[in-house]
């Protein structure tokens, strides 16, 4: 299994500033055929579904805030938040999706400073 | 825009099976991938599995003796079934439905706890 590692478990960021959250992964995720990262990120408020943020790494679903963006290839990549309102308050989740089982990160909890 | 709800028993007795079942409304289910992810209280996600529209699925090993994904076009509707529960079975249980032609879970349901108490 392909493991993921995110960093750091947590998080405090000012309004208005960066965030920046960390994932690796155990082994490449990059598919050389079509050079795509098979790599998705997530957001999750209590009591709600996880929703879908970024994925093939660096590209962002539908109606997601252009603050946030997703960098990085192969083993290590980054979820940057460029301007943190309050309403980001949340867990983070990286998920591979290049091998079954797909395999998730621990999380990464963000919080307003 | 498309809509799931999880359904089934919150409460199953050890060794008993666990069975749930995730109606799609607002669209139809052919020609995406389905999934189902599930999260004990308080911790991360675990990837359970997921179906094709045709019937084909991919199980994770973890859990691949017990687990039985299966979907019902005429319905709109595909269902998890999870054999032999013990107490770490105790999780919210999502189903999830991919995006575009992809199997990355892009649509999640709200989410259904089963407990897994006597």
């Known amino acids: 299994d392909i493991v993921m590692t995110q960093s750091p478990d947590s998080l405090t960021v000012s309004l208005g500033e960066r965030a920046t959250i960390n994932c690796k992964s155990s082994?490449?995720?990059?598919?050389?055929?079509?050079?795509?990262?098979?790599l998705a990120w997530y957001q999750q408020k209590p009591g709600q579904p996880p929703k879908l943020l970024i994925y093939?790494?660096?590209t962002r679903e539908s109606g997601v805030p252009d603050r946030f963006s997703g960098s990085g290839s192969g083993t290590d990549f980054t979820l940057t938040i460029s301007s943190l309102q309050a309403e980001d308050v949340a867990l983070y989740y990286c998920q591979q999706y290049y091998s079954t089982p797909y395999t998730f990160g621990q999380g990464t909890k963000l919080e307003i400073k | 825009q498309v809509q799931l709800q999880e359904s089934g028993p919150g409460l199953v007795k050890p060794s008993e099976t666990l069975s749930l079942t995730c109606t799609v409304s607002?669209?139809?289910?052919?020609?995406?991938?389905w999934s189902w992810i599930r999260q004990p209280p308080g911790k991360g996600l675990e990837w359970i599995g997921y179906?094709?529209?045709?019937?084909?699925?991919k199980y994770n090993p973890s859990l691949k003796s017990r687990v039985t994904i299966s979907v019902d076009t005429s319905k709109n509707q595909f269902s998890l079934k999870l054999t032999s529960v013990t107490a770490a079975d105790t999780a919210v249980y999502y189903c999830?439905?991919?995006?575009?032609?992809?199997?990355?879970?892009?649509?999640w349901g709200q989410g259904t706890l089963v407990t897994v108490s006597s």
């Open positions: 082994q490449s995720v990059l598919y050389s055929s079509n050079n795509n990262n098979y």
């Open positions: 999830a439905r991919g995006v575009e032609t992809s199997t990355i879970p892009g649509y």
């Open positions: 093939w790494a660096s």
């Open positions: 607002g669209g139809s289910i052919s020609s995406y991938y």
């Open positions: 179906i094709y529209y045709t019937g084909s699925t």
